[in-house]
């Protein structure tokens, strides 16, 4: 699957402004950066995290270390991120839950992300996968509905996280099908991943990355995916929007943010790099094997993208009534 052009084209616009910046740009970086990943090692952001620092370090000859600063449903690495320096030496890399879900989730927040940070790229996007372990009875969308509404609240779904997509997901199977299941956050998916393993619950709206080798390696069986359209890396698995529940969407992103006041030169030197790093065959062969593909949008796109995902969660957390757990 090759990214189509018209997305690439105003990467390669900015690309081409970069290149006749003033010097205090192309001195960006001068020493060691650092990727905060808000979420525990294992997980979907941590493995774009970690793909994208290999990258940028080969690109900008410096080293880029990720940090993994879990706790809150994300906010302990963000609210790190938003108090610190704005000199581009220290990035958010964001999911859904931090930027679009929290603010309407929490009564209190530590930061705001319209007022402390400025979006500065979107990485990689994937569907979630509804998996279940594969010594479950369940083998379809139809024996879980089944389950669940015979065995009601004592069915349990873990998330990455309260606020995260996996639980609004989860939020949004109930609203949609009128069922009750039982939320279990965890810290991250990897040990959402591990507990679904040892049969300590039920089901889990996965990252693909993170679920993806258990997939193939037949530990976790998939029933549906929760974006419109199928996965290319799982395209047998149907939609949950094609399995009685149109217009069933969530889609699990990742995006670069830096603090607010951070040097525009600087932003767009993220951004356009960020950009060539998309277009590369073996960074898409990277991501892919992980189960997410890249989804380059530039700063002025990937705000509004940002706004259209914080009025869909604004509405889906007071429909449903999601609370933090």
């Known amino acids: 699957m090759r990214i189509k052009f018209k997305f690439l084209l105003p990467l390669l616009i900015l690309v081409a402004s970069y290149g006749t910046a003033a010097p205090a740009q192309t001195s960006y970086p001068d020493k060691s950066v650092k990727i905060i990943v808000p979420f525990p090692p294992g997980g979907a952001t941590d493995v774009v995290g970690r ?6 370090s080969q690109l900008w000859k410096q080293q880029v270390i990720v940090e993994n600063k879990p706790g809150a449903g994300g906010n302990i690495g963000a609210d790190l991120v938003a108090k ?32 402390d940070f400025i979006p500065v790229a979107r990485v990689a996007s994937s569907p979630l996968v509804l998996v279940v372990n594969s010594k479950s009875a369940v083998k379809n969308m139809p024996e879980l ?8 609240s004592k069915v349990n779904y873990a998330s990455s996280g309260s606020g995260g997509p996996q639980h609004l997901a989860g939020e949004l199977f109930q609203l949609m099908a009128g069922i009750s299941m039982t939320h279990i ?21 996965a990252g693909i990355p993170p679920a993806l080798p258990h997939i193939i390696a037949g530990k976790l069986r998939p029933l549906a995916v929760t974006t419109l359209k199928r996965s290319p890396l799982l395209p047998q698995v149907p939609t949950i929007s094609e399995s009685g529940f149109p217009g069933f969407n969530i889609e699990n992103w990742q995006g670069i943010f ?6 525009s030169q600087i932003v767009e030197k993220i951004a356009a790099d960020i950009g060539v790093i998309a277009a590369e065959k073996n960074f898409y062969d990277l991501l892919s094997a992980q189960g997410a593909v890249p989804a380059p949008l530039i700063p002025k796109e990937f705000a509004v993208f940002v706004n259209a995902e914080a009025q869909k969660y604004s509405k889906l957390i007071k429909d449903s009534g999601a609370k933090p757990d």
């Open 51 to 56: 793909a994208l620092a290999v990258r940028l």
């Open 258 to 263: 830096v603090p607010k006041g951070t040097n």
């Open 145 to 152: 509905l089944q389950m669940i509404k015979t065995q009601g």
């Open 84 to 115: 610190a320096p704005a000199d581009g030496y220290t990035l958010l890399l964001a999911s859904p839950a931090e930027i679009t879900i929290n603010p309407y989730l929490y009564a209190q927040m530590p930061f705001d992300p319209s007022r």
């Open 185 to 205: 956050p965890y810290k991250g998916g990897a040990p959402a991943i591990t507990d679904l393993l040892g049969g300590q619950v039920d089901l889990f709206f």
